[in-house]
């Protein structure tokens, strides 16, 4: 299936009817690129074409419409699309919406209109529904979320953590499992129903399990009303989380902090408050102890020197004192043990040297005019002396480096009292930051408490249905027991062969397509992704839907820890595999999907993922994704190109051929 030629009238920006051809390759597929800068009507295509394939809300169309003919009053819409079928046909799908001559129409007013054309023949007004039945088959609209999609749509996927949910639902939109399940609850339904015109319900047993089974079923009933109300609480909690967030970052200009960060950042400041008044207390040790000497420090040299000085005045007292026996001790030596002069002296001049030395000695230095202020004994001067040394090299010292840790400390203590404690706030934003962290937290805690709640009560609910096919099993075992014609007998046997075929068919169905799923998304992946050498495998589990990507030693790589580019990537990569399981040919349209990846991954979407993307891609772009580097690697694969040209000043929207910088070229 190929779209061949889509027309826009009077929607948004297209406010005159806009055909938009896509042309063909010469082998039959097809990569058109059509360029848009903001708000110039990318989007509206991709809504075009959903609303004219199934059709939407009269309120949304109203919206909608363009201003300027909504002003004239003209609330006419119309869509168009030429579609070339697997078999050839033509099949042209248009869907209108018109108020009529109504002067001020209203939402209200517009009539939806189908008019389907196949190979040039319209098909007859009584079958327009059934035609739009034969649309949905043909395009299921469970599966165009993986065929007609965005990049935020591939943010939303790469976001979720936990995608089992939306990738069971999108699979088995694809396989079309619904329609299996379906067609086997209508044969137990017909085979129910039909036990019932001929079986006497009376016996005491059957009719109590069967009030057992109504009371199971109606608590069944009333936990899924009460899963889906946690559901809707827990989302409403996101919300208002995710909303005091929007509002603390743009009040305070800084993401808000968890009470794990506020915690550590309390464990910071007390822990400097503790180091500073143990500093503090250190510093105030050193004053007692040592700092009072330490300021008489500077007259210590003066005590040094007075103490040498007394020291010598008491040496040449002792000196005057013994004088007479210095001297002849003195003029002894000159002799003994041998004389120093070759002559020897007299006696009288022995005596007269003896009598020179002794008053020599006792007249002392002349010059010496010490006073005695300390007179210290020999003993208690080299006690000062000690002392005076052992304060000079005492912890004193370690005082200025104390009183610089203190100070720094002083500066750590007002920095973590600072904007976690509320300490540059004003009173107003200080109330308004406790009432942020207060939603938040209560928030966080509402989601943790309706996540738990909500857990329960699937764990209820699984239980339940459990319970009551068991029921149910048992119920059998009494029908069982009633006199049944064989020909009736054969028919609900017949009924549970096939139901059972179905289950089983399912089962392998979905164990097939998952397998194929994880093969072709691992291969696409592999081709995108920057890392795809460190991945070994992305296997998903046919029961549970959980992927789990592995890495080359075995161990599991976590989507939340992977970068956000890698996220997106994935994300493309299951949207092609989903796509190529479903075995539908569609064709892909794809809105701006490169405007958050980065030019490693975006180098691989174009060189890989969209030659390979289907038989026919329709890439709506600005020109800064598919710039002119992306547009030369593309060209040889495209089919054609063409721009949207978005008038400000008329607020209009027209299509023309060729890409941005190809104005001049057909």
Same mark, same amino acid.
């Given at each position: 299936?190929?779209?061949?030629? =889509?027309?826009?009238?009077?929607?948004?920006?297209?406010? $005159?009817?806009?055909?938009?051809?896509?042309?063909?390759?010469?082998?039959?597929?097809?990569?058109?690129?059509?360029?848009?800068?903001?708000?110039? @009507?990318?989007?509206?295509?991709?809504?075009?074409?959903?609303?004219?394939?199934?059709?939407?809300?009269?309120?949304?169309? $109203?919206?909608?419409?363009?201003?300027?003919?909504?002003?004239?009053?003209?609330?006419?819409?119309?869509?168009?699309?030429?579609?070339?079928?697997?078999?050839?046909?033509?099949?042209?799908?248009?869907?209108?919406?018109?108020?009529?001559?109504?002067?001020?129409?209203?939402?209200?007013?517009?009539?939806?209109?189908?008019?389907?054309?196949?190979?040039?023949?319209?098909?007859?007004?009584?079958?327009?529904?059934?035609?739009?039945?034969?649309?949905?088959?043909?395009?299921?609209? @469970?599966?165009?979320?993986?065929?007609?999609?965005?990049?935020?749509?591939?943010?939303?996927?790469?976001?979720?953590?936990?995608?089992?949910?939306?990738?069971?639902?999108?699979?088995?939109?694809? =396989?079309?499992?619904?329609?299996?399940?379906?067609?086997? %609850?209508?044969?137990?339904?017909?085979?129910?129903?039909?036990?019932?015109?001929?079986?006497?319900?009376?016996?005491?047993?059957?009719? $109590?399990?069967?009030?057992?089974?109504?009371?199971?079923?109606?608590? !069944?009933? #009333?936990?899924?009303?009460?899963?889906?109300?946690?559901?809707?609480? =827990?989302?409403?909690?996101?919300?208002?989380?995710?909303?005091?967030?929007?509002?603390?970052?743009?009040?305070?200009?800084?993401?808000?902090?968890?009470?794990?960060?506020?915690?550590?950042?309390?464990?910071?400041?007390?822990?400097?408050?503790?180091?500073?008044?143990?500093?503090?207390?250190?510093?105030?040790?050193?004053?007692?102890?040592?700092?009072?000497?330490?300021?008489? @420090?500077?007259?210590?040299?003066?005590?040094?020197?007075?103490?040498?000085?007394?020291?010598?005045?008491?040496?040449?007292?002792?000196?005057?004192?013994?004088?007479?026996?210095?001297?002849?001790?003195?003029?002894?030596?000159?002799?003994?043990?041998?004389?120093?002069?070759?002559?020897?002296?007299?006696?009288?001049?022995?005596?007269?040297?003896?009598?020179?030395?002794?008053?020599?000695?006792?007249?002392?230095?002349?010059?010496?005019?010490?006073?005695?202020?300390?007179?210290?004994?020999? #003993?208690?001067?080299?006690?000062?002396?000690?002392?005076?040394?052992?304060?000079?090299?005492?912890?004193?010292?370690?005082?200025?480096? !104390?009183?610089?840790?203190?100070?720094?400390?002083?500066?750590?203590?007002?920095?973590?009292?600072?904007?976690?404690?509320?300490?540059?706030?004003?009173?107003?934003?200080?109330?308004?930051?406790?009432?942020?962290?207060?939603?938040?937290?209560?928030? %966080? *805690?509402?989601?943790? #408490?309706?996540?738990?709640?909500?857990?329960?009560?699937?764990?209820?609910?699984? *239980?339940?249905?459990?319970?009551?096919?068991?029921?149910?099993?048992?119920?059998?075992? !009494?029908?069982?027991?009633?006199?049944?014609?064989?020909?009736?007998?054969?028919?609900?046997?017949?009924?549970?062969?096939?139901?059972?075929?179905?289950?089983?068919?399912?089962?392998?169905?979905?164990?097939?397509?998952?397998?194929?799923?994880?093969?072709? *998304?691992?291969?696409?992946?592999?081709?995108?992704?920057?890392?795809?050498?460190?991945?070994?495998?992305?296997?998903?589990?046919?029961? *549970?839907y959980e992927v789990r990507i592995t890495d080359r030693n075995g161990h599991q790589i976590r989507k939340s820890s992977m970068a956000a580019g890698e996220k997106e990537v994935f994300a493309v990569s299951l949207l092609w595999g989903l796509a190529q399981t479903s075995e539908l040919k569609l064709p892909i349209i794809i809105d701006t999907p490169l405007s958050r990846l980065d030019s490693t991954h975006r180098d691989n979407i174009v060189n890989h993922y969209f030659p390979n993307a289907g038989e026919q891609v329709v890439i709506l772009s600005t020109d800064t994704e598919i710039d002119t580097n992306y547009y030369r690697s593309l060209k040889p694969r495209? %089919?054609?190109?063409?721009?949207?040209?978005?008038?400000?000043?008329?607020? =209009?929207?027209?299509?023309?051929?060729?890409?941005?910088?190809?104005?001049?070229?057909?």
């Amino acid at each position: 299936m190929k779209f061949r030629k =889509l027309t826009i009238e009077n929607y948004k920006s297209f406010q $005159f009817p806009t055909e938009i051809v896509f042309p063909m390759g010469e082998d039959g597929r097809s990569i058109f690129l059509i360029g848009g800068m903001n708000g110039a @009507g990318k989007t509206s295509i991709m809504e075009a074409v959903t609303y004219c394939l199934y059709g939407g809300k009269a309120d949304d169309i $109203f919206r909608h419409i363009n201003r300027r003919e909504k002003a004239k009053g003209n609330a006419n819409v119309a869509f168009e699309i030429v579609i070339e079928m697997d078999d050839g046909s033509e099949l042209v799908v248009k869907r209108s919406w018109t108020a009529g001559a109504i002067s001020e129409p209203r939402p209200r007013d517009l009539t939806e209109r189908l008019v389907v054309v196949r190979d040039g023949k319209r098909v007859s007004v009584q079958n327009q529904e059934i035609w739009q039945d034969f649309i949905r088959a043909a395009i299921p609209p @469970g599966i165009t979320q993986f065929f007609f999609f965005d990049g935020e749509k591939i943010q939303e996927i790469a976001a979720d953590d936990h995608s089992e949910v939306r990738l069971k639902s999108s699979l088995e939109a694809a =396989l079309g499992i619904q329609y299996i399940n379906r067609l086997a %609850s209508d044969i137990i339904y017909i085979k129910q129903e039909e036990r019932k015109g001929f079986v006497e319900i009376s016996d005491e047993d059957l009719e $109590f399990k069967q009030s057992e089974l109504k009371r199971e079923k109606s608590k !069944l009933a #009333r936990k899924v009303q009460e899963r889906e109300s946690l559901r809707l609480e =827990l989302e409403g909690f996101k919300g208002q989380l995710d909303e005091a967030r929007k509002r603390f970052e743009a009040s305070f200009h800084a993401a808000p902090e968890s009470r794990e960060a506020m915690r550590e950042q309390e464990k910071k400041r007390v822990s400097a408050a503790n180091r500073l008044a143990q500093v503090e207390s250190e510093i105030r040790g050193l004053c007692e102890k040592v700092l009072p000497f330490s300021i008489a @420090g500077k007259v210590f040299d003066g005590i040094r020197r007075q103490i040498d000085a007394e020291r010598e005045l008491a040496s040449g007292e002792a000196i005057k004192e013994n004088a007479a026996t210095l001297a002849k001790r003195i003029v002894r030596v000159v002799e003994e043990p041998e004389p120093i002069y070759t002559e020897k002296l007299s006696a009288e001049r022995m005596a007269e040297l003896e009598r020179r030395i002794f008053r020599l000695l006792k007249e002392g230095d002349p010059g010496s005019d010490i006073t005695k202020v300390l007179d210290l004994s020999e #003993r208690d001067a080299a006690r000062v002396l000690n002392r005076m040394e052992a304060l000079d090299g005492s912890d004193v010292f370690l005082l200025k480096p !104390l009183l610089d840790e203190a100070r720094g400390l002083e500066v750590q203590k007002r920095q973590f009292e600072g904007f976690g404690q509320g300490g540059a706030l004003t009173s107003t934003e200080r109330d308004l930051f406790d009432e942020l962290q207060g939603m938040m937290e209560g928030c %966080s *805690t509402q989601i943790g #408490r309706k996540t738990e709640q909500l857990r329960l009560v699937e764990e209820d609910i699984l *239980t339940l249905g459990k319970k009551i096919r068991d029921i149910e099993v048992e119920i059998e075992k !009494l029908y069982e027991k009633h006199h049944i014609s064989k020909e009736k007998a054969e028919f609900i046997e017949e009924c549970d062969a096939i139901a059972s075929v179905l289950n089983q068919f399912i089962v392998r169905l979905r164990k097939n397509k998952v397998h194929l799923l994880q093969e072709k *998304t691992f291969e696409m992946y592999r081709l995108l992704s920057s890392r795809s050498g460190l991945i070994k495998d992305i296997t998903i589990d046919d029961k *549970t839907y959980e992927v789990r990507i592995t890495d080359r030693n075995g161990h599991q790589i976590r989507k939340s820890s992977m970068a956000a580019g890698e996220k997106e990537v994935f994300a493309v990569s299951l949207l092609w595999g989903l796509a190529q399981t479903s075995e539908l040919k569609l064709p892909i349209i794809i809105d701006t999907p490169l405007s958050r990846l980065d030019s490693t991954h975006r180098d691989n979407i174009v060189n890989h993922y969209f030659p390979n993307a289907g038989e026919q891609v329709v890439i709506l772009s600005t020109d800064t994704e598919i710039d002119t580097n992306y547009y030369r690697s593309l060209k040889p694969r495209l %089919s054609g190109a063409g721009c949207l040209e978005f008038d400000q000043r008329q607020e =209009l929207t027209t299509f023309r051929k060729g890409y941005f910088w190809e104005k001049n070229h057909g």
